[in-house]
């Protein structure tokens, strides 16, 4: 197996968190969920030019789509197969990051898989994929992604509001308000909500209940035997009822299920269900 990752070099690294290649020998043919973090990424399948979803709205049926995307903010869990995971690279956003690359607003790329080549033309979208593939070392595969994203990158920001409001949900998810934020910005509450879904994807409010579900996980995915009730009060919600309930709405499982069907990676959870027509 070969994962590499690496933060890019200024002024790349205000946007993003990370870009990375991950490939290893072929699995058994198998459904994974993976669960939401908050942010976006771009992903490129390089063993074949296509990507799965398998959506769980429609008795999983699969989509296919092209094999470069952006993967918007999600609010829920989403499902591929281990086959297209056998060799990728990627990006991996800081929240509000993949505005300086793309010109679509965050929010309409929410729960949406987009082909690349709808954002940024097909030429830089097929060149980035031609790229990887034809560098020798995964080090230099790495150097064509940060050389694809230096040119598309567009000198901006954040809106500073968003930019406090990450901050201050970051520090204390389950402490920070959308009021003490409002009234520290001095905008309205809804010209906040507006700018915030803009550039983030989803609302503060939808955001800030990810990212607790997102360091439940990082206590779970680090611990062997786990208290749960233990985990729910550090990470700031009501009880143990209230964290299994994110759980449900987020990763589709209970905080033991979540244990159960882990995998080494925090965000991808074996996806045990048995439709025979799933595949």
Not at 39 to 68: C, F, H, M, W
Request: aromatic residues 10%.
């Amino acid at each position: 197996m070969i994962f590499r990752q690496r933060v890019p070099r200024p002024p790349l690294d205000t946007f993003v968190a990370a870009i990375w290649l991950f490939r290893t020998d072929p699995r058994p043919l198998e459904l994974e969920r993976i669960l939401p973090s908050g942010a976006p990424q771009l992903i490129v399948n390089l063993k074949e030019d296509e990507t799965r979803i398998y959506d769980p709205d429609r008795r999983y049926r699969r989509v296919s789509t092209t094999g470069t995307i952006l993967s918007g903010a999600h609010s829920r869990y989403r499902i591929i197969d281990t086959s297209e995971q056998e060799y990728v690279a990627g990006v991996a956003f800081k929240p509000g990051g993949a505005a300086a690359f793309m010109r679509t607003p965050a929010d309409e790329t929410r729960d949406m898989n987009v082909a690349l080549e709808d954002l940024w033309g097909q030429r830089p979208a097929a060149d980035l994929r031609e790229q990887l593939l034809e560098r020798a070392t995964p080090d230099e595969q790495l150097d064509a992604i940060e050389e694809a994203l230096q040119e598309m990158w567009a000198p901006s920001g954040l809106h500073p509001a968003v930019a406090f409001a990450l901050n201050a949900f970051d520090c204390v998810p389950h402490v920070a308000s959308i009021a003490s934020v409002t009234n520290a910005i001095g905008l309205s509450a809804k010209r906040f909500i507006e700018r915030f879904k803009a550039e983030v994807g989803l609302t503060p409010k939808r955001y800030c209940r990810v990212r607790r579900f997102q360091r439940a996980l990082r206590l779970a995915h680090e611990g062997h035997a786990i208290d749960w009730t233990g985990v729910a009060l550090d990470c700031g919600y009501f009880d143990q009822a209230h964290l299994i309930h994110d759980f449900r709405a987020f990763a589709g499982v209970s905080p033991t299920g979540y244990q159960a069907a882990r995998t080494p990676f925090q965000n991808h959870v074996k996806f045990l269900q048995s439709d025979a027509d799933a595949l």
